[in-house]
């Protein structure tokens, strides 16, 4: 570049002028009254973010109650939506107070309870089938098979 050059991008940097990406202008892009303006820090709503983290803390105390509804309907009342839902904004303060998040308990422990609910009414469906399927005086009924067999085998023999 020879000086007149060098003289020109000086007087447009001084104007403001230089496209982004010109030869002399600001690594940010710069630019003059046409150009963009640099773009705002994105806006925090932790009021949602809290909402969100308090609702997944919330999934908790929904799941044991719903393993101890099984068994128990008259806790239905105690475990309610709104009732959890107060318990996940109550643990969220304590979570935000320690540094905790709901995502740390685990995507294991979140698959464990929702499945009881699908393996408990499938057990006792079970059960309740063998107790009307066995004879009505077999004593040994519920009891492990004799000689090291298998249940499953008992029931439906492989082979």
Do not use: F
Not at 58 to 77: S, T, W
Not at 113 to 121: D, Q, R, Y
């Amino acid at each position: 570049m020879n000086q007149a050059e060098l003289d020109a991008i000086a007087a447009e940097e001084r104007a403001g002028n230089l496209a982004p990406g010109a030869p002399g202008a600001p690594a940010g892009g710069g630019g003059g009254p046409g150009a963009a303006a640099p773009a705002a820090p994105p806006v925090v709503d932790q009021a949602a973010i809290d909402r969100a983290e308090a609702s997944e803390w919330a999934e908790l105390p929904a799941g044991i109650g719903g393993i101890l509804c099984m068994a128990l309907p008259e806790l239905r009342e105690a475990y309610s939506p709104a009732n959890c839902a107060r318990w996940g904004e109550a643990m969220m303060r304590v979570a935000k107070k320690y540094h905790w998040r709901a995502a740390m308990i685990g995507p294991e422990i979140g698959l464990a309870l929702v499945s009881v609910p699908l393996i408990m009414p499938t057990v006792v469906a079970v059960r309740a089938r063998r107790a009307k399927a066995a004879p009505a005086g077999d004593a040994g009924a519920g009891e492990a098979p004799a000689g090291g067999e298998s249940e499953v085998r008992r029931i439906a023999p492989v082979g």
